[in-house]
């Protein structure tokens, strides 16, 4: 049982234009989200995080945007650069001291 | 610099032979997982360890098997047993009380031919 669901499985983007990704979850009792960025042949690195107690976290050009009523959350990410094409997955997890439950993954190229 | 080393980076074998994945790392980390990543499927948790002797079954542990001798080091072997071994399989570490913040190797490839 997937817990948590991730779209698209993968996103094209024009330089400069908006690369939005969704997750959802079905466990009210997460309470942590976050992302992870992985480039190719690399592992995936943390890129941003929010806890349910805000709607929106803002780092740079990468938004996390949370909606707890729905049970979804989204990346957005800000003048895409085509630096930016990896892999994103989200996650979720139960306190500090417990397993990350992952997306499937979108695979986003940002075209130049 | 801290980091995670795994290691091969790719690794072809053949069907029913058992192979060895290597992870270090010199992070202090408490707890160390393994992780496989197969297109579309995320990632999905295969075997963690929160102390050293010690190890729990992931959600994909068939035909996998790891052991936890050393702080610094986590190997995971696939067995014969594991039907379809081809895949990424990633490394990765946490502090136990920060279990949910994970630092990841590069990854090694297995190809079984």
């Known amino acids: 049982q997937q817990q948590v669901k991730q779209s698209p499985q993968s996103l094209i983007v024009q330089k400069g234009g908006i690369s939005i990704i969704n997750c959802a979850y079905e466990?009210?009792?997460?309470?942590?989200f976050p992302w992870y960025q992985q480039f190719p042949g690399k592992g995936p690195a943390l890129l941003i995080a929010?806890?349910?107690?805000?709607s929106e976290k803002k780092e740079g050009r990468f938004t996390i945007s949370f909606n707890k009523s729905a049970k979804q959350f989204s990346l957005h990410i800000m003048d895409s650069q085509p630096g930016d094409s990896a892999t994103y997955f989200c996650?979720?997890?139960?306190?500090?001291?417990?397993?990350?439950?992952f997306g499937g993954g979108t695979r986003l190229m940002v075209k130049p | 610099d801290g980091g995670i080393t795994q290691s091969p980076k790719y690794l072809f074998r053949k069907e029913g032979q058992n192979v060895t994945l290597s992870c270090e790392q010199n992070l202090n980390h408490d707890a160390m997982y393994w992780y496989r990543q197969d297109p579309g499927q995320g990632l999905r948790l295969i075997y963690y360890s929160q102390i050293v002797n010690d190890f729990q079954k992931g959600d994909i542990a068939e035909g996998y098997s790891v052991s936890r001798e050393k702080k610094e080091s986590f190997p995971l072997t696939v067995t014969s047993a594991q039907k379809n071994p081809t895949a990424f399989y990633l490394c990765?570490?946490?502090?136990?009380?920060?279990?949910?913040?994970?630092?990841f190797g590069a990854g090694s490839r297995l190809t079984v031919l």
């Open positions: 996650a979720a997890s139960i306190g500090a001291g417990n397993m990350l439950t």
């Open positions: 990765a570490s946490s502090k136990w009380s920060g279990a949910n913040v994970l630092t």
């Open positions: 466990n009210t009792a997460f309470d942590y």
């Open positions: 929010i806890r349910p107690d805000v």
